[in-house]
């Protein structure tokens, strides 16, 4: 079963950046995907972005693409998500999830394990 957990939230003005990062630890991440969810204030959760960890590759909400890259390190079993030109709009908790299956989805309903959250705060 694994376990995640998310770090690097913050407090940032509009338009700046912050890194989230999410350590995987407790089962093997072949054919995994790991996705990054957010809840804004009075909001449902939403997909943000998601990576397979084998080959790599990714999705991204129409809303954060070209301003959020996900990445990862599989030696360290971390997956990164890069967040440019960040708006109020994006704030909310940030949480990462895992999909045993690999869907390439960005539904809540495919992920079987979920973080804790992290806050992110995007405010002048």
């Known amino acids: 079963q694994l376990q995640l957990v998310e770090s690097g939230g913050g407090l940032v003005q509009p338009g700046g950046s912050l890194r989230l990062s999410c350590v995987a630890s407790?089962?093997?991440?072949?054919?995994?995907?790991i996705g990054w969810f957010r809840q804004g204030p009075g909001k449902e959760r939403e997909g943000v972005s998601c990576?397979?960890?084998?080959?790599?590759?990714?999705y991204y909400r129409n809303s954060v693409r070209g301003r959020f890259t996900i990445s990862r390190d599989n030696a360290k079993r971390t997956v990164y998500l890069q967040m440019d030109s960040l708006k109020p709009e994006d704030t909310g908790v940030y949480y990462c999830a895992a999909d045993r299956i690999a869907s390439m989805t960005l539904f809540t309903y495919d992920y079987d394990y979920w973080g804790q959250g992290t806050q992110v705060t995007v405010s002048s």
């Open positions: 990576i397979a960890m084998s080959g790599g590759g990714t």
């Open positions: 407790g089962g093997s991440l072949d054919g995994v995907a």
